[in-house]
């Protein structure tokens, strides 16, 4: 019955689409010039034209409209607003490109954006995230450190370094990386089962256990931490339980593909 374990894997929780973050819209336009001396008036208007072209382009994005927002960001870019337009708009245009399945574009408006403010959080984020979609882990483990150098206090940054982590097969790396944000952080059902996913990969079965334990206690419906302990005891040779917990997962389990899953694993387990 080694065949469902690769695919539990698949069913670790994958980072949501990179979302519109409220940085591009809480951007205050530049101050009037009234009354000052020495100001390069051209620039500020260029700069304040870009502060509405990044606002008109969220809007269309929150409405889908990609094609539309892409065409307000770059061209907010091309007027080289000065800053927090500049990144703002490298920001968002990476979110279009993101979201549109551009990954080496996106990594490169989110670095664009860092090397403009390295203090846009969200831009560390979204650079994770076409990381992770490209596959490359190393580097999205790089990424989520340099997210938390720059916001300390960030438990998602950590979260994403363990997540990186627990994908390239750096099981002891991954659990000790969730298991550091358990202070604070231990009612979360999504980190005790991705504790527990990183522990199993890890050959550490019983503490294992008792994160999937506390996921499921935590989130009753929660199929995917039945269907971690169904795989623990199954590897700890534990078939009654297995197919105990695989039920269970099936019963609370709303995604279809999930369900195909248990049913998939349950057939085989009562065929031998």
């Known amino acids: 019955m080694k065949s469902a374990l690769p695919a539990l894997l698949l069913l670790v929780w994958l980072p949501a689409a990179a979302g519109a973050a409220p940085y591009g819209t809480e951007t205050p336009p530049p101050p009037s010039t009234q009354g000052r001396e020495n100001v390069?008036?051209?620039?500020?208007?260029q700069t304040r034209r870009a502060f509405v072209e990044i606002n008109e382009g969220f809007a269309l994005y929150q409405r889908s409209?990609?094609?539309?927002?892409?065409?307000?960001f770059r061209a907010a870019i091309a007027r080289d607003p000065d800053e927090p337009q500049g990144s703002t708009a490298y920001y968002d245009l990476g979110l279009v490109l993101a979201r549109t399945g551009r990954y080496d574009?996106?990594?490169?408006a989110f670095d664009t954006a860092l090397t403009r403010d390295p203090g846009i959080v969200p831009a560390w984020l979204g650079l994770v995230y076409v990381d992770l979609q490209r596959r490359r882990y190393a580097d999205a483990q790089r990424d989520a450190r340099a997210m938390r150098a720059s916001a300390p206090s960030s438990a998602l940054a950590r979260?994403?370094?363990?997540?990186?982590?627990?994908?390239d097969g750096q099981y002891e790396l991954a659990s000790n990386a969730f298991a550091s944000l358990l202070p604070g952080n231990a009612n979360v059902a999504s980190l005790r089962y991705n504790l527990g996913l990183a522990l199993l990969h890890a050959g550490r079965l019983?503490?294992?256990?008792?994160?999937?334990?506390?996921?499921?206690?935590?989130?009753?419906a929660f199929a995917k931490g039945y269907f971690?302990?169904?795989?623990?005891?199954?590897?700890?040779?534990?078939?009654t339980a297995a197919a105990r917990a695989y039920a269970k997962a099936r019963?609370?389990?709303n995604d279809p593909s999930m369900r195909l899953l248990c049913d998939d694993v349950l057939r085989q387990l009562r065929a031998r």
Do not use: C, N, T, W
């Open 40 to 45: 390069d008036i051209g620039r500020q208007a």
């Open 65 to 72: 409209d990609m094609a539309g927002a892409e065409a307000k």
């Open 105 to 108: 574009d996106a990594g490169r």
């Open 159 to 167: 979260f994403q370094e363990g997540y990186a982590a627990l994908l």
């Open 206 to 220: 019983d503490d294992a256990r008792v994160e999937a334990q506390h996921a499921v206690a935590l989130a009753p």
């Open 228 to 239: 971690l302990l169904g795989s623990i005891a199954l590897r700890a040779g534990d078939r």
């Open 251 to 253: 019963q609370v389990a």
